[in-house]
């Protein structure tokens, strides 16, 4: 029994020792000081060159998007910049430095949220996904990538993907896998530039790059609607569902639920697609019953009928 305790210390010793140096040493910059702190850092080491990432909420959690983790790496030392209590002109000073550049992996959406959130036009971004698409990879993910160009296989992917970002304190293992995905940004920039000048296709890239509308692109319209499924409705079933759908953002906001809670996408098609009459059930079942009895007033008021 004793014999049995100890190997069961000792195997846990062994693990914890060895969890111990595969983590990722980082820095945490969490307030305004901290990140001017960093900043001055950079200009007095001449960093010029940074991998970066963001994690954000995206409807998924609670109303709204939210910028709640900045990852970087500068080739060798790892760097977590968490936004909650940073003044948005401090962000706005570290991410529009055109002194440094940014590696990003797609760094469209990531332009948006920043822009839309804070109004912060992000420069000086070397997106690899100019690479990829030059390259023109079959799948053009990062995991994708990853694992054809460098054979590097992504853990627990399928793990994070739900993650709430949003909550405090962040769990450990997902900052240690936040990290991983800025941990090899600067040997596949290496790798993908390789691919490139031995394929002939270095002159493509720039004339990409130089030619592309540096302008962040903000979508009229939201996700939802710019479906072919919405577009295909008649001119009835779109206001139709126009109206439950501006309904049911007042109440998502009021909640602070992602609207698929509140009416689900799915729900929302089906009824304006069967032309049928809006009953309770088209509300989701977790929402509290006084509100579920006002959605569907707020929604009869006014219905469309032509």
Not at 6 to 31: A, D, G, P
Not at 118 to 142: A, R
Not at 174 to 190: Q, T
């Amino acid at each position: 029994m004793k014999e049995n305790i100890v190997k069961i210390y000792i195997q846990q010793l062994c693990y914890s020792l060895m969890r111990e140096h595969l983590l990722k040493k980082y820095q945490y910059i969490k307030t305004d000081s901290e990140l001017r702190k960093f900043r001055g850092y950079l200009q007095t080491e001449k960093i010029e060159i940074l991998s970066m990432d963001f994690e954000a909420e995206y409807f998924l959690h609670q109303y709204g998007e939210e910028l709640c983790l900045i990852q970087i790496f500068d080739g060798k030392e790892y760097y977590l910049i968490d936004p909650k209590n940073i003044g948005s002109q401090e962000l706005k000073s570290f991410l529009e430095n055109r002194n440094i550049v940014k590696i990003f992996f797609d760094a469209s959406s990531d332009k948006s949220l920043v822009f839309k959130k804070y109004d912060i036009e992000m420069n000086s971004i070397l997106d690899l996904m100019d690479y990829v698409q030059i390259l023109d990879f079959p799948k053009k993910g990062l995991d994708s990538v990853l694992r054809e160009v460098l054979k590097i296989n992504v853990a627990q992917k399928s793990k994070f993907q739900r993650y709430n970002w949003t909550r405090r304190p962040i769990q450990q293992e997902a900052l240690e896998y936040a990290l991983g995905d800025v941990e090899h940004l600067f040997v596949l920039k290496n790798a993908l530039m390789k691919m490139i000048i031995d394929k002939g296709l270095y002159e493509q890239l720039i004339l990409r790059i130089t030619s592309k509308d540096l302008q962040v692109k903000i979508h009229a319209l939201p996700g939802v609607k710019r479906k072919r499924r919405y577009k295909d409705l008649s001119k009835l079933a779109k206001k139709r569902f126009d109206h439950i759908y501006e309904v049911r953002e007042v109440y998502a906001k009021e909640l602070n639920w992602p609207p698929n809670n509140v009416i689900s996408n799915e729900n929302l098609f089906l009824l304006v697609e069967s032309g049928d009459e809006m009953e309770m059930g088209i509300i989701q079942s977790k929402v509290p019953g006084k509100f579920r009895s006002e959605i569907l007033r707020k929604i009869q008021d006014n219905f469309p009928e032509n």
